[in-house]
């Protein structure tokens, strides 16, 4: 089993930055994916940004450009630094992991951007 544990949600003005992180913790595999998906009030669990083992990265065009997704292997910690947050980032943001064919997901942070 993994688990995984976000931090660094909270509330923030439109145009403003926020960096989440995620802890794993339990049976890590050395080649996983690690990722983010958020789900804003009334709407399914979109996917944010995903990166492998190696640091091969995707986004989703909705934040291509204004979100960093990057990775501690030693810490098995993955990180979002959201930049240029608009209000329609508001949402319950989800860590992920990917690996041995399971999927694996955190309880979520809340991030509200004020507008």
């Known amino acids: 089993q993994v688990q995984l544990v976000e931090s660094g949600g909270g509330l923030v003005q439109a145009g403003g930055s926020l960096r989440l992180s995620c802890a794993a913790s339990?049976?890590?595999?050395?080649?996983?994916?690690m990722g983010w998906y958020r789900q804003g009030p009334g709407k399914q669990r979109d996917f944010i940004a995903r990166i492998s083992s190696f640091g091969s990265t995707n986004y989703a065009d909705s934040v291509r450009g204004r979100f960093t997704i990057s990775r501690d292997n030693a810490k098995n910690t993955v990180y979002l630094q959201m930049d240029s947050l608009k209000p329609e980032d508001t949402a319950v943001y989800f860590c992920?992991?990917?690996?041995?064919?399971?999927?694996?997901w955190g309880r979520g942070t809340q991030v509200t951007v004020s507008s």
């Open positions: 339990g049976s890590i595999f050395s080649i996983n994916t």
């Open positions: 992920w992991c990917g690996q041995g064919g399971g999927d694996y």
